[in-house]
Each structure stands twice: as structure tokens, then as C-alpha cells.
């Protein structure tokens, strides 16, 4: 009992109360499924009363009212079949709807650690086949197996008031199958977990691959990879096969031994109707019903051992589900947009710190830039500004305050952020600038593409606004997708604008078109931004130079460029590798010589 307990609580998100209508609809819809049996018994009981005393007849009007009582059954049979099925389904897909949305809800407010620790494979198992096995237990598995018990229990007490001894013997046989479920159980619990887990490498392999088509058809290495994601196949196949092997003697043989039930009602009955102590009828009375016992109860030791494979990923969730979450704050006023950092140290695992002893002041309205070699810990000053992870020691303040006392709602609509790799939604351009803001209008969306210049290019498509624009944004160029991500962060109209090296990778015309809408994004506002080229912030008001987590010097670009340090030593290197270019190959030198 413990154990479906377990199973109530996992399926429902530890509401198994809501589980209730399905399952007492079920198990009446079961109970009427034997109203047949019981219309079939009064006839047989009927015809052999002439057997049983010589000289009486047939009442014919009795038959006819157990036909009537057939049909009357078969029709509260369908009636109530027909709610058990809604019922189970509505129930059912509403019960998964809502945990669904209470598992994203959950991982919106997780640490990206939490993410950064897992593959992709893993956090989709959660929504997707984990999800898929708590919907077949609400929709089809709990539900079942109560009306397979409840059936057979109905069935013995009504046999018990015509004869107890041998509804007793029916009975005898039940206890002898618990020990094959309990080995049952234990296969599924052993083995399911380790084929969820196969199933789960599977998944994230075949995303590997698909991820990393490009690579792999570039530099031909679909065999290498082929390989894994092939080896990974096998093993779920072969983690498959023994899944449904192992527990499959077990039960054969707990079915083996409920069957053996009609055989000790033959041999203990024939007895006892040669010592007349039972009638004919109720001797066929009980034969006819042992299958209305057993059948139900074989179906009940197979829908077990589905059910204890299907409660891993119920499991699952409601691990995810205790995952702590970031703590959440209380303050709601909106901070003035200072931020400062005091004696930050963050790692992202516990050996190797990403930032040391980090102290800093960005002031209000003005650019603060963030250069330093590759792996300095530049974005990651960003990202614990945003809060994605917390620091480890010292704190990070905004408006005088730290940023872990705010409501997240509160701190999230107070910065804008524009990332380096750019994602949109699988949606349309107009909904995907929309972002920024839900509640914008169209006269103020179409306002903010056209300061981030990129009304132009959106109303030359066949669908402007309504152009859907992929996976990704996969039909949109580098470009074309970084000014879409500039409208909505100008849309947001945020205090606090994040700039994550937004022109990078971009061609000269597109980071002219993009610095433009930049200039316009963080007008008023307080702007901090990573810089590998630092030619795009020699008009910061403050340069920090970040190396190996730490703050080694900071200034303006005049300043900096008089000491010695670190950012002299970049400026320089980028102003030497400006005039670079590809060397002239032998046989062009060759033909110059000629």
C-alpha cells in the first residue's frame, strides 16, 4: 500500500486526490462489465431447475427478466463506461497539463548551474518521456487497475453467500501470486532505471547530432559520430529487450497460479456436488466466474510492473521538483540603476574560481566596458548581475541594495539584455520583438525595429511582421537576428542595458546598422558591455580590464593608454594585426617575378 501511495503522489505531483473521480468511475465501470456473467447465470440457473426437480418447467418469464436485466446493464454499462472515459481522460491530460507547466515553471527559477551540469537530453527527458509516462498512468494505468481489482473482489463476496468454502478456495490462490510481484517489482526498479538512463544518452546523442550536422558533414566525420549515436541505439535496444525479459517469468508463472485457481474450484467443487451439497448450477455458477476473478487479476500483475516503470519518471520529477530553486527576495521598489560589486568570488564548480576578490562600481547612466583576454570572467560578471547564478562570497548591489533581496520579477525588469548568440523563438518577427514587452502595442513595436533598424529588411519580406523566422532564427542572417534582439531589448526600455560583444562576428555593414541601433538603445541609461575589439569603446566612461578573474586596472582609454598593463599591451596587439593580411601565394610571387 505504501508503494501505490508512492505511486498516487508521483503521478499527481502529490495531489492524488485529483485522482479520485477517474478512479471511482473506473472501478463502477468494471463492477458493470460483469452484469453479462450475472444475466448469463440466472438463465443457467433456470434451465436447470427441470434438471434438478423433475416435473418443473421452464419459466420463460423469468429468462425474459434476465434478458431485461442485461439490457438495462448494458445500457448503465455504456452510460457509465462513457464518464469513465471522459472522465479519465479530461482528468487525466488536465492533471499532466498542470504539472507540465509547474516543471517549466520550476526551471525558469533554477540556477543555470543546474543546466550547465546536464545534457540536453536529460532536461528534455523531463517534459518529454518522463511526462509521457505520467500521462499513461492518469490516462490509462492507475485507473485500470483498480477496476481489475475491484472486480474480482466484488465477484468472491457474491460467490461467498451461495457457497463460502468454495469462494474461500477462489480466493487461496491470490496470496500465492504477491511474492511473484514483489520480484516483479524489483526487476523493473532495478533495470528501468538504468534504461531510463540509456534512453536519456540516446536522446541527447541524437541532439548532438543533429545540433552538429554542419560540423560533421564539413569535416566528414559522420563516422565517427554515426558511431556513438549507433552504439547508443544498441544499448537502449539491448537495455530494452532485458527490460522486458527479466520480469517476464515472473509473471507467467503469478499467472500460472491465479489460472491454477479454476482447476482447485473443479477438483473441490465436483466433490461436493456428488455429496449434494452444492447444486449444478451454482458448481457451474462458480467455474463460469473464476475467469471473472482471475482474467482481471492477471491484467492487474501485468499493469504493476508498467506502472512501477512508468513511477521512474513520476520519480524523476519530483526530484527535479525539489530542486532548490534560487532564493527569491521580497523588495518590489524599483532600485535607482547603480550596481556595484563587493569582494565577489564565483566558481562555477568548486575547484577552479572564475572570479577572484572582485570589487567594482558601475555608475548610474554611463558606459562601463569589460575587456580582457578570452576566459577573463567578463560574461560572467554579467551574468551575476542578471542573477543567473548566485555569487559565492561577497554580494553584488543594486540601487544600494543586494540583488538577491529583489523580487526576480523586480531585478529582471530593470535589465536588458543583449547576448552575443542571438536566440529566437520558432514564432513570427512581430511576436519574437514582442518579447520585450507584452503588453506593446504595434505602433510601439514597429517604433522599436525602426530604431534598431531593422523595419527596412522585415517589411521587404513576403509576410513583414508575420514572417515566422524558424528554430533558432534560422531563416535570418547573423545580422538580421542581432537588430531583431536590439528592438525587443529597446522595446523593454530597461535602466540597465547588458551588451555581450553584440557586433563580434558581424560584417562592417551590419555592426554600422547594429551600432547604430545601439547608440539609440542605451541612451539615458546605465550600459555595461563586453569588448574584444577595443576600438568600439574608446569612449567608454570606464574601461575595466578583467584577467584571470580579477580587476587589474581600469580608467578611461587615454588613461590606460599611458600605464603600463595589460589593455596597452591588447590596444597595441589589435592595431598591429589591423594591416594582416594573407601572404601572396609561390605562384602568384612566381608570375610577379616574371
Known sequence: MNNLSQILNSATMGHPRRLRPLICW???????????????????????KPLQHPGTTINLMNIAGACAFLLLSLICLWLIGKKAYLVAYRDGYEICCDGRLAVVSHLRRLPMSFFNSRDPGDIGAYIVSDYNNVEMLTTHLIGQFFGGLAMPVAALISLAFFNWQLALAAAAVIPLAYPMMLLTNHFVATLGKKHQKIKTDAASRMIEYIQGIRLIKAFNLSG?????????????????????????????????????????????GFPMLLDTKISMPVYIMFLLAGSVIYAPLINALAFIAIINYMKLGAERINTLCKTPVLPEGTIERTPAPTIEFRH????????????????????????????????SGKTTLTRLIARFWDVDKGEILLGGQNIKDYTVHTLMQQISIVFQDVYLFN???????????????????EAAARKARCHDFITAMPGGYGTMVGEGGNTLSGGEKQRISIARAILKDAPIVLLDEATASLDPENEAHIQEAINDLVKEKTVVIIAHRLGTVVNADNIVVIDKGQVVQQGSHQTLLEKEGLYRSLWQEQQRVKGWKFQQSTKQQDHEYR
Open 26 to 48: 473506473t472501478i463502477a465501470e468494471y463492477l458493470f462489465r460483469g452484469a453479462p456473467y450475472g444475466s448469463m447465470l440466472l438463465v443457467v440457473w433456470e434451465v436447470f
Open 224 to 268: 565517427n559520430k554515426f558511431e556513438r549515436l549507433e552504439r547508443s541505439f544498441r544499448n537502449l535496444k539491448q537495455e530494452s529487450i532485458r527490460l522486458e525479459a527479466a520480469p517476464a517469468p515472473t509473471i507467467t508463472l503469478a499467472s500460472t497460479l491465479l489460472n491454477g485457481g479454476l482447476v482447485l474450484l473443479m477438483l473441490l
Open 344 to 375: 565577489v568570488t564565483f566558481s562555477y564548480n568548486a575547484n577552479i574560481p572564475v572570479l577572484r576578490d572582485v570589487s567594482l562600481t558601475i555608475p548610474e547612466k554611463g558606459l562601463t566596458a569589460f575587456v580582457g583576454p578570452s576566459g
Open 427 to 445: 514564432d513570427t518577427i512581430y511576436n519574437n520583438i514582442r518579447v520585450g514587452r507584452e503588453t506593446a502595442t504595434r505602433e510601439e513595436i
